[in-house]
């Protein structure tokens, strides 16, 4: 454990608190078994880090961080440093990237149900299947789903503008408050279309340069890696996702033909099925259904984007077309914290089963949504509303 302990303080020496995202507010720290997943690359690891210097620095003898990633595992278990831990007067322990440890889940509860006197924090794979696990932690673990930056905190941290998050419903109800704080400080429109390709990922400051390559490295990583260790995917169908990926980042989004897709890759129809959804589940992809609570999602999804704008433009060397880009960054801010389904001919998207969403540019017209109840258009290109025409960035502010 000594070697751990010596890994996790040159962590701690290395992190730094100049950026903090409001969500280390919103996770259940105290919780005796907390987990956070998201996709990787989102600053989970860095995000522990920080709450462990913000708030755990005068008893740092009593916490310890580690990364599954670790050799220490190789020859040592879960169970065996929980119990040194807590044998030196460990309170707290930080695991990071948990689904790299085969059995992790039944460790863990076994943990729980050892050492009552024990927080333990996880963390790892959009993949994981916290509540569906084999050890069945639901009764257990406090859940929380992170996700990258949004466009309100990519203007927080690289633009020094603090502007706090606003609710869906004042944004579509009662959009001047923000319009007006936000126009007050910059040319909203602008920093929006950086944002679409930069900004979701905490790689900024790290330039431009290498910031796509970051991201494909990152997809390459989830779907040669994780994939293959957390959804037992065969290793000789890796390369027929990565086919996949490669026709889904050229098309979306589009109404799925999942026939004409599982020609394409020699594949049966339940077999891009599934591939569809193990990229849905790791957050590379979003899926979207015409209605959520019907067994139709047993079956097909009706459309599909990449999981954010920023991988679109990574994923199409710089090329993506900026209608998909807008709709990407539609269902990836919405999806976060509402219920988004696929519109049909009444709208791109319906939200929460009552909002009519159009999204496209200043010159989108209401001819979909006329006459609907609830319905509004996102445009980009717009600085101040016009009516039920509201600028699409504003969606960037619900977190």
Same mark, same amino acid.
């Given at each position: ?83 040194? $831990? ?29 050492? *009552? ?33 949004? $466009? ?22 009662? *959009? ?11 040319? *909203? ?11 979701? $990922? ?182 101040? *509303? ?14």
């Amino acid at each position: 454990m000594d070697i751990l302990i010596s890994h996790f303080k040159r962590r701690l020496q290395m992190v730094t608190s100049t950026i903090v995202r409001d969500c280390i507010k919103d996770i259940a720290w105290d919780e005796r078994l907390s987990a956070i997943v998201g996709p990787r690359g989102v600053g989970k690891t860095t995000l522990i880090l920080q709450h462990i210097k913000l708030h755990d620095s005068d008893g740092i003898s009593n916490v310890l961080y580690a990364t599954l990633e670790d050799l220490y595992f190789s020859n040592h278990t879960l169970m065996d440093l929980a119990e040194l $831990f807590v044998t030196r007067g460990g309170k707290h322990l930080y695991l990071d990237e948990i689904h790299r440890y085969p059995e992790w889940s039944r460790e863990i509860k076994l943990i729980y149900d050892t050492f *009552p006197e024990l927080k333990v924090t996880i963390s790892g794979s959009s993949l994981l299947q916290i509540l569906n696990s084999e050890a069945d932690l639901s009764r257990r673990c406090i859940l929380y789903k992170m996700q990258g930056l949004s $466009f309100r905190e990519f203007l927080q941290f690289y633009k020094g503008i603090n502007i706090p998050a606003v609710s869906l419903d004042e944004v579509l109800v009662s *959009p001047d408050k923000l319009c007006d704080q936000l126009n007050a400080c910059c040319h *909203p429109v602008q920093m929006f279309h950086e944002y679409l390709q930069y900004g979701y $990922f905490p790689y900024y400051l790290e330039g431009k340069e290498r910031y796509y390559e970051r991201i494909a490295n990152v997809v390459d990583y989830v779907v040669g890696t994780e994939l293959p260790m957390v959804c037992r995917v065969e290793t000789v169908n890796v390369r027929k996702l990565q086919t996949l990926l490669g026709i889904v980042a050229g098309l979306v989004p589009y109404e799925l033909d999942v026939s004409k897709l599982a020609a394409m890759l020699q594949a049966s129809r339940n077999t891009v099925v599934t591939y569809l959804n193990y990229l849905h589940r790791a957050k590379i992809i979003n899926l979207l259904y015409s209605d959520v609570s019907s067994f139709k999602k047993l079956q097909k999804p009706d459309k599909m984007y990449l999981e954010n704008p920023n991988m679109l433009y990574a994923l199409t060397l710089d090329n993506a077309n900026i209608g998909t880009a807008r709709k990407t960054f539609a269902v990836n801010q919405l999806d976060y914290l509402h219920s988004v389904e696929y519109g049909k001919a009444n709208g791109d998207f319906l939200v929460d089963g009552k909002y009519r969403l159009e999204v496209g540019g200043r010159g989108k017209t209401f001819a979909q949504i006329a006459d609907l109840p609830d319905s509004y258009i996102l445009a980009d290109d717009m600085e101040v *509303p016009n009516g039920k025409k509201i600028p699409l960035w504003m969606i960037g502010f619900l977190y």
